[in-house]
């Protein structure tokens, strides 16, 4: 895929008007406070639908308006496609796919595949089990069909399940106002429940490789995914609806004295450990390899941490590339100040071979973009790029995006990723 023009009005500082973006790398150049961070924000809204900084729309109107319009058009596959977001203070978000009004934001998911990077994902990592949720359910909701719609009528059935909760005085018998809202969740948590459970057996091969490859094979990961059910291996929707209205009324007294739900799918985690390769056997199996491994969110530094990261992020750049059959677009908001030498390196190595739009404040790398934008007080306009500045010698090789490629064929084979099942 690829980013043609965004036009803007009355979105956050910036100024109304157009950006022209190029194939490959784009780099926006500022000052902190400048703006250019709020640019990446209009890209990734008409990517998901939503502020990845924010939940409130409205604090992504420019101050004294009432009204914001975003409008994104973009190449996928040989067609030229467009992307309109209108954010109204009144009356919430509108979207236009191609010139045609859409009744829901949610129709917009799936159409423009993008990776979102800032340094603040390193809370997948570090931070509560609600950034590791929130990272299944975006990625699950651009390659799961149906899946976002379990999300929502079982987050509804939850919401409206912990208002009777919060309503009952007496907790000597269960309430029988829950059992509608019991069959729901129960109904709707499996199918959460096994769309993530599939996601996660991708995820860890993606992402273990990727880990690999930007530590040079000394450390990988792995992703185990954390529920109240145990079995889903082997469930089938009877099994659970069962185990599921046990569990949940044992927890009835529980639940009636937090006035919340405390058993389902909206509680899940993912535990990502860090395997140490103690012992590799010179052009051996992988079988043969031996790792000490620790409990990464809790045990690791704050380097292996944002690796991880990083390599979660580029597993699901080669998980929607797998999906879509064409590469989604990058998008990295000042995150190479937050990596060492040897990673910037790895990182602007594998942007070499996607679109991708970075910020920084001032681009004194290697890589020569394609086009470099400059943002001062949320006006944006292109630089001149220096040629003279980059030599052979100073471009990064691209070697690991083939190696990760290679990697991935031998793993997975070169067919679609298991979410398309």
Known sequence: MKIDRLSVENFRNLENGEINFGTGLNVICGA???????????????????????RKDGETVANGKRNANITLNYTRGQSERSVGVNINLAK???VVLDGVPSQKVSDLVGNFASVYFSPDEINIVRGGPQYRR????????QIGAGYMNNLRNMQHALKQRNAILRSIKNANNYDNSLLPWDRQISA????????????????????????????????TLHLTYRTFFDRLTDINVNDFDSVYREKVRASYLRDVATKTTNIGAHLDDIEIKLGYITQTVEGGDRSTEKYSWINLRTA????QQRTATLALKLGEVFMLSRYYGEKPVLFLDDVLSELDESRRKQLMDYCKHFDTVITCTEWDYPSIPNKLFKVENGKVSEMEIDNSKYTPETEIIATGQELMEKMLDEELGNVNSTNNQ
């Open 32 to 54: 902190n406070g400048a703006g250019k961070t709020n640019i990446l924000e209009a890209l990734y809204i008409c990517s998901i639908g939503r502020s990845p900084r924010t």
């Open 92 to 94: 919430g978000k509108l």
């Open 134 to 141: 929130r990272f299944m359910d975006i990625i699950n909701c």
């Open 188 to 219: 709707y948590s499996i199918r959460v429940m096994l769309r993530r459970a599939n996601f996660i057996r991708s995820m860890d091969k993606y992402a273990s490789i990727a880990m690999r490859i930007l530590t040079d094979n000394k450390e």
């Open 300 to 303: 690791g530094s704050l380097g």
